[in-house]
């Protein structure tokens, strides 16, 4: 593999995907606008003309990883259509691209597409039940992949994503205890903290050695926010704040969030001879940057 494109590259995901490209392969970052950060390339995936346009210019490609999608994942449920077109329509097209040209693709999902009423951890098999917007057009863009790319798509569903670039939960928890000597945070949604650091790498796997279909990846063990609250603020250490659990009726939100969405990851695990790091560990490498 020499040649990859790299979509949402300015992205939490992405940019750490730049940041990991493995040796002798050269990966051309694309995202929603040109010259932000990493981007060589910007402009709406949905845009057919404008992903053909980047294939013939910017290619040949021999690999495409996914990473972008609208992620918004409250605002999605009053922007149904815009997240339709970023999460269905884009990857949909970038599928089609790739097919056209028999590159493998990696089209980067989410936990989301359950339900979280599960009792174990989800299989790739598992019957999905999104509660959300998001969670709907990520799994419809997971369809139109697999249709438009039956022998090259390769989905890999992750969740509660924390790098060095972006906002996530971490971040925000550490922004708070900045002024706040309480937090209450929610401890009835069950997970796995996953760093884009350690998912990365994996995914770049996925792409050169993985046989077409679903993967699920995500870091080791499981938590629940309030779990990860403490953990960062004790790896942090910062002692002044107290992390009072609540529920997560307490904190209503647009969108429905799966109760427990803690991952199977063992074709994965089978893939590369070992698990993603244990999610405690992972944490205390990102903090320590
Ligand atoms: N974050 C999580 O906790 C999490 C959990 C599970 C799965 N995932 C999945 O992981 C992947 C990466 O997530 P992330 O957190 O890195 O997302 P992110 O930081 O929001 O980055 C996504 C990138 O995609 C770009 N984008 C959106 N719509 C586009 C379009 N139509 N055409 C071209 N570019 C477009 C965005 O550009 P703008 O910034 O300009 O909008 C953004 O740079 C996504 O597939 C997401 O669904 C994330």
């Not at 929603?32 to 981007?39: C, D, F, P, Y």
């Not at 063990?221 to 609250?229: E, I, K, N, R, Y």
Request: proline letters at 6%; charged letters at 20%.
């Amino acid at each position: 593999m020499r040649r990859v494109l790299v979509t949402g590259a300015s992205g939490m995901l992405g940019s750490e995907l730049l940041l990991s490209v493995p040796r002798g392969v050269t990966a051309i970052g694309s995202d929603l606008r040109e010259g932000t950060g990493v981007a060589a390339v910007g402009f709406d995936l949905a845009d057919r003309a404008r992903v053909d346009e980047l294939f013939r210019l910017h290619g040949p490609f021999d690999g495409v990883i996914h990473a972008a999608a609208w992620t918004a994942v409250d605002l999605a449920e009053e922007r149904a259509a815009d997240a339709a077109r970023a999460n269905v329509d884009a990857t949909r097209e970038l599928a089609r691209a790739a097919a056209a040209v028999g590159a493998p693709l990696v089209v980067v999902s989410t936990d989301f597409v359950f339900d979280g009423s599960g009792q174990r951890p989800y299989h790739v098999d598992d019957a999905t039940n999104p509660l959300s917007v998001y969670g709907r057009t990520k799994l419809a863009g997971e369809v139109a992949a697999r249709e438009a790319h039956p022998a090259g798509a390769r989905i890999v569903r992750t969740q509660w994503l924390y790098g060095p670039r972006g906002k996530h939960f971490p971040g925000t928890i550490l922004g708070l205890a900045k002024d706040r000597s309480e937090l209450k945070v929610v401890h009835d949604q069950i997970g796995s903290p996953t760093s884009t650091l350690e998912l990365a790498p994996a995914l770049w796997d996925v792409l050169a050695r993985g046989e077409p279909g679903i993967y699920h990846a995500a870091c080791d063990g499981q938590a629940s926010w309030f779990d990860l609250a403490v953990a960062t603020l004790e790896l942090s250490g910062v002692r002044h704040v107290k992390v009072v659990p609540c529920t997560t009726s307490e904190f209503p939100r647009p969108a429905a969030r799966p109760r427990y969405s803690v991952l199977d990851c063992s074709r994965l695990t089978a893939l590369r001879g070992a698990p993603l790091a244990p999610w405690r560990v992972a944490l205390q490498r990102f903090l320590a940057l």
